[in-house]
Structures are given as structure tokens and as C-alpha cells.
């Protein structure tokens, strides 16, 4: 879709004319008017008398009154204000100069620079390519992280999801990423942050060499549920306009659990019926509608990277597996890898990349299924080692994993400030690989000599 007909879905998605309606009630985080027949997901304005106005979304009808959702707090709203539709707010202004700058939910800068130049307005709510304009997934993009690159490579285009429950890292990784990637774009939705994170994320994570080419979204836990849903829209129509200039665009949302809570807030006071633990129906429509707007067309590429909160730990609570199964992917990261010290505390056992067999070449592909038999046989054997009851000499692939785990995890391991190039990475993952094969070599043939001459097998260390 071209820049023409970018402007031509707004034209055709905006309100001929102005509609105007009454404040009826407040109830809740929700303001009931009548008189108001616009569309769902319409912005309206709630002209306070005195005060300015309010703006608000249309959420949900009920009987013959329209429901809507503030952007900001309704105080001063009283019965009998009047309700104004506007087609403000449905788009995103957007141009080059967006790089380095910092917006909220409603596309506004906060980072108290000059206005940048706009070159275009972006709808928000979108819809995602057709599925024949999509572009095969066929080159890795570089994260600079080496779990992720050796282990779970990402293709251009690819939706990943990084899975965590709190405290494990994910805001760091996501902080390495953006720093390291090749991408040429990156964009950052932080949604349900705390305040004081959105700074520390900028000044620690991201850093002045991330921001440089880094457009960041931010809505933080304090603010109205229909922004914080709103920022993740905006983020990804942002990242639309940057890949119809033919960038190659890096996507990352943290979190998208935080946005399905929000939804969850917005469904609820709408008159939803509660689903799955609380969720209504709206929230896993919703999810699809977004996380399927990114991917690779002809003209460039969305590479999404989705940060799901878990909550508890537990990978098959509701928005984790809803998440799991529109995506490309997952990468878990590990509470007990990153109660050890080791970071990042991907897991590789317990992620996968959908799309690495066809980025990557068959040399790299057998390196890490090496890594990753090590990982699964020493899941295996390891209370056994811990509690001294293994014996050496009865199975190769035991000695071998009690051999080569240490170095495995030497791999793995990687500092936050440490860059790892993907092609760094790839001649890394090989050659450990091939370290493996000797020693797996060296252990048989050991086996073998020892059984002609009838001795034991040498003990490994």
C-alpha cells in the first residue's frame, strides 16, 4: 500500500459530518451519551464547560446511548455536556525526522525538542497486509544477542515473542537488542510501563547509541486503558510508514500482556461478559488484528519482537497461548537460568524459531541442534550429577553432555554491553559444533578401545 493510498483509507474511514450528542452519565471509567450515533471506535470530543474538552473513544453502545472511554481523566464532566464527534486522533503524523524522538499515545512528542517535520499521516487502526502480498521470510536479521542468533535465529519480517514473568530481563534484552540490531529502524512501544522505567530504559537499555535510530511509544500504567491499547496501534503505524520507505524495520512491544489487560479494563466497562479468566472475547480478537500487521512486503519489512508478560511463570495462562499461536516463535526466558547469573536467560529448550531453517544454512542449523541435544541430555542426567550417582563410561551422550556443558553455557552467556555481530555468531555456533562432533568422536572411540581390551572406559571429568 502506497503513500496515496495510505491517505485515501483516512479519507474514506472519516466522518462525513459532525455529529453532536449529551452526556447522559458517568459511570466508571465511562461516559454514556445520547443522541451520538457514530461508529465503534470513533473519537469524540466531551466539551466541559469552562474547561475545554476531553476526548474519548467509542467503545460499546447500550440500548440507545452511546458508551464511551476517556483519553484522560473525565473530572468536570457533568450531565448535559455536549459530545462532538472528530476525526482527530485516527492518524499518526510521521516523517524521517521521527528518529531519535519520543511520543505518547496520542502521536504527540514529549520529549520536549522542537517538532519534527512531517512528511505524511498514518491511520492508526490498520489493516494488516493480505496474505499474497506477504514476501517469503529468507534472511536472518541480527539481534546482537548470541542465544537468539545462534539458537533462534530471526528472520527479516519474522513475529517473535520473548515470554517472561517478571524480574528476569526481559527490558534488558529488548535494551541489547535495539542497540545491536542491523535493522535499519527501530521502533519501541512501552506499554504499562511505571513511570520512572520509561527514563531508565532510555538512559540504561536503550542508551544514546540505541536512540539514534529508535522512534519510541511510550503509555505508562497510569493512563487511560484506551491509550495505553491506542500506543500499541499508533507504534506499528509508525513502523508501517518507515517499511513503505523500504527500511527494514525492527518492531518491539513490551508488553503486549499489558495491552490485553487494558483491553481487558476497556471490554469489561463496555458490558463485556468475562471469557477466559477474566478476559473478554474482544481481548483475543484483538490480538491477531494487531500482532498480524506486522510482517515483509514487497517494499520492506516489519520484524516484530513482542514482550509477553507471564504471569506466574505459567507459558499456557490465557494471553500467553493466544499470543503463542499467532506468532512465528517464542523465546522463553528462564527464572531459574537467571537465578544463576546467567544472562540473557534465554532458554533454548523451551524456544523456537519457525521460520530459522529457511534464513539460515544447514551448517549452522546442525551446530545448534548439537547445542541443543547437549542441553536436553544434561536436563536429563543432571539431579543425577548433582546428587553424585552418576557414573561415567556407561553412555556417550551423558559423558558428552557433562563435558561440553560448561563450554555451552560459556556460549550462551554474554555481557550487556558486549556486541555480538551475526556473523561473529555464526562462525561461534559452528565451531562449537564442531567441537562437540570431535568429542563425541573421541569419547566413542574411547568406549570402543576400552571394550576390545576389556577395561573400563576412562572416567570424564
Same mark, same amino acid.
Given at each position: 500500500?502506497?503513500?496515496?493510498?495510505?491517505?485515501?483509507?483516512?479519507?474514506?474511514?472519516?466522518?462525513?459530518?459532525?455529529?453532536?450528542?449529551?452526556?447522559?452519565?458517568?459511570?466508571?471509567?465511562?461516559?454514556?451519551?445520547?443522541?451520538?450515533?457514530?461508529?465503534?471506535?470513533?473519537?469524540?470530543?466531551?466539551?466541559?464547560?469552562?474547561?475545554?474538552? @476531553?476526548?474519548?473513544?467509542?467503545?460499546?453502545?447500550?440500548?440507545? %446511548?452511546?458508551?464511551?472511554?476517556?483519553?484522560?481523566?473525565?473530572?468536570?464532566?457533568? /450531565?448535559?455536556?455536549?459530545?462532538?464527534? #472528530?476525526?482527530?486522533?485516527?492518524?499518526?503524523?510521521?516523517?524521517?525526522?521521527?528518529?531519535?524522538?519520543?511520543?505518547?499515545? +496520542?502521536?504527540?512528542?514529549?520529549?520536549?525538542?522542537?517538532?519534527?517535520?512531517?512528511?505524511?499521516?498514518?491511520?492508526?487502526?490498520? &489493516?494488516?497486509?493480505? %496474505?499474497? *502480498?506477504?514476501?517469503? !521470510?529468507?534472511?536472518?536479521?541480527?539481534?546482537?544477542?548470541?542465544?537468539?542468533?545462534?539458537?533462534?535465529?530471526?528472520? $527479516?519480517?519474522?513475529?517473535?515473542?520473548?515470554?517472561?514473568?517478571?524480574?528476569?530481563?526481559?527490558?534488558? +534484552?529488548?535494551?541489547?537488542?535495539?542497540?545491536?540490531?542491523?535493522? &535499519?529502524?527501530?521502533?519501541?512501544?512501552?506499554?504499562? *510501563?511505571?513511570?520512572?522505567?520509561?527514563?531508565?530504559?532510555?538512559?540504561? &537499555?536503550?542508551?544514546?547509541?540505541?536512540?539514534?535510530?529508535?522512534?519510541?511509544?511510550?503509555?505508562?500504567?497510569?493512563? %487511560?486503558?484506551?491509550?495505553?491499547?491506542?500506543?500499541?496501534? =499508533?507504534?506499528?503505524?509508525?513502523?508501517?510508514?518507515?517499511?513503505?520507505?523500504?527500511?527494514?524495520? =525492527?518492531?518491539?512491544?513490551?508488553?503486549?500482556?499489558?495491552?490485553?489487560?487494558?483491553?481487558?479494563?476497556?471490554? +469489561?466497562?463496555?458490558?463485556?461478559?468475562?471469557?477466559?479468566?477474566?478476559?473478554?472475547? #474482544? @481481548?483475543?480478537?484483538?490480538?491477531?488484528?494487531?500482532?498480524?500487521? #506486522?510482517?515483509?512486503?514487497?517494499?520492506?519489512?516489519?520484524?516484530?519482537?513482542?514482550?509477553?508478560?507471564?504471569?506466574?511463570?505459567?507459558?499456557?495462562?490465557? !494471553?500467553?497461548?493466544?499470543?503463542?499461536? @499467532?506468532?512465528?516463535?517464542?523465546?522463553?526466558?528462564?527464572?531459574?537460568?537467571?537465578?544463576?547469573?546467567?544472562?540473557?536467560?534465554?532458554?533454548? +529448550?523451551?524456544? !523456537?524459531?519457525?521460520?530459522?531453517?529457511?534464513?539460515?544454512?544447514?551448517?549452522?542449523?546442525?551446530?545448534?541442534?548439537?547445542?541443543?541435544?547437549?542441553?536436553?541430555?544434561?536436563?536429563?542426567?543432571?539431579?543425577?550429577?548433582?546428587?553424585?550417582?552418576?557414573?561415567?563410561?556407561?553412555?556417550?551422550?551423558?559423558?558428552?553432555?557433562?563435558?561440553?556443558?560448561?563450554?555451552?553455557?560459556?556460549? =550462551?552467556?554474554?555481557?550487556?554491553?558486549?556486541?555480538?555481530?551475526? /556473523?561473529?555468531?555464526?562462525?561461534?555456533?559452528?565451531?562449537?559444533?564442531?567441537?562437540?562432533?570431535? $568429542?563425541?568422536?573421541?569419547?566413542? #572411540?574411547?568406549?570402543?578401545?576400552?571394550?576390545?581390551?576389556?577395561?573400563?572406559?576412562?572416567? @570424564?571429568?
Amino acid at each position: 500500500m502506497g503513500l496515496f493510498d495510505r491517505q485515501m483509507e483516512l479519507v474514506q474511514r472519516a466522518l462525513p459530518i459532525r455529529v453532536t450528542g449529551r452526556v447522559a452519565e458517568v459511570i466508571g471509567l465511562t461516559v454514556v451519551a445520547d443522541g451520538l450515533p457514530v461508529p465503534l471506535g470513533a473519537m469524540c470530543e466531551v466539551r466541559i464547560r469552562g474547561a475545554g474538552g @476531553v476526548f474519548a473513544q467509542v467503545v460499546g453502545f447500550r440500548n440507545d %446511548s452511546t458508551v464511551l472511554m476517556p483519553l484522560s481523566q473525565p473530572l468536570g464532566v457533568a /450531565e448535559g455536556d455536549p459530545v462532538v464527534s #472528530s476525526g482527530a486522533l485516527q492518524s499518526v503524523a510521521v516523517g524521517r525526522q521521527m528518529l531519535g524522538r519520543v511520543l505518547d499515545g +496520542l502521536g504527540r512528542t514529549i520529549d520536549e525538542r522542537p517538532p519534527f517535520r512531517v512528511e505524511a499521516h498514518y491511520p492508526v487502526y490498520a &489493516d494488516p497486509p493480505g %496474505s499474497l *502480498e506477504r514476501r517469503p !521470510i529468507d534472511c536472518p536479521l541480527g539481534t546482537g544477542v548470541r542465544a537468539i542468533d545462534a539458537m533462534v535465529t530471526v528472520g $527479516a519480517g519474522q513475529r517473535l515473542g520473548i515470554f517472561a514473568g517478571t524480574g528476569v530481563g526481559k527490558s534488558v +534484552l529488548l535494551g541489547m537488542i535495539a542497540r545491536n540490531t542491523i535493522a &535499519d529502524v527501530t521502533v519501541v512501544a512501552l506499554v504499562g *510501563e511505571r513511570g520512572r522505567e520509561v527514563g531508565d530504559f532510555i538512559r540504561k &537499555d536503550l542508551g544514546e547509541e540505541g536512540m539514534q535510530k529508535t522512534v519510541l511509544v511510550v503509555s505508562t500504567s497510569d493512563e %487511560s486503558p484506551v491509550l495505553r491499547v491506542r500506543a500499541c496501534f =499508533l507504534a506499528t503505524a509508525v513502523a508501517e510508514y518507515f517499511r513503505d520507505q523500504g527500511a527494514s524495520v =525492527l518492531l518491539m512491544m513490551d508488553s503486549v500482556t499489558r495491552m490485553a489487560m487494558a483491553q481487558r479494563q476497556i471490554g +469489561l466497562a463496555a458490558g463485556e461478559p468475562p471469557a477466559t479468566k477474566g478476559y473478554p472475547p #474482544s @481481548v483475543f480478537a484483538l490480538l491477531p488484528r494487531l500482532l498480524e500487521r #506486522s510482517g515483509r512486503i514487497a517494499k520492506g519489512s516489519i520484524t516484530g519482537l513482542y514482550a509477553v508478560l507471564v504471569e506466574g511463570d505459567d507459558i499456557n495462562e490465557p !494471553i500467553s497461548d493466544a499470543t503463542r499461536g @499467532v506468532l512465528d516463535g517464542h523465546v522463553w526466558l528462564s527464572r531459574a537460568l537467571a537465578n544463576r547469573g546467567h544472562y540473557p536467560a534465554v532458554s533454548p +529448550l523451551e524456544s !523456537i524459531s519457525r521460520v530459522m531453517v529457511d534464513v539460515v544454512d544447514q551448517e549452522h542449523i546442525a551446530a545448534a541442534r548439537a547445542v541443543r541435544r547437549v542441553l536436553a541430555v544434561w536436563a536429563d542426567i543432571e539431579d543425577l550429577v548433582n546428587i553424585g550417582a552418576y557414573v561415567a563410561g556407561n553412555n556417550v551422550d551423558y559423558d558428552l553432555a557433562v563435558q561440553m556443558k560448561p563450554r555451552v553455557d560459556e556460549f =550462551l552467556q554474554q555481557g550487556i554491553t558486549e556486541p555480538a555481530p551475526f /556473523e561473529d555468531t555464526r562462525a561461534a555456533i559452528v565451531a562449537l559444533g564442531k567441537e562437540i562432533a570431535a $568429542a563425541r568422536e573421541t569419547l566413542t #572411540s574411547g568406549r570402543q578401545a576400552a571394550a576390545r581390551g576389556g577395561k573400563q572406559p576412562a572416567r @570424564v571429568a
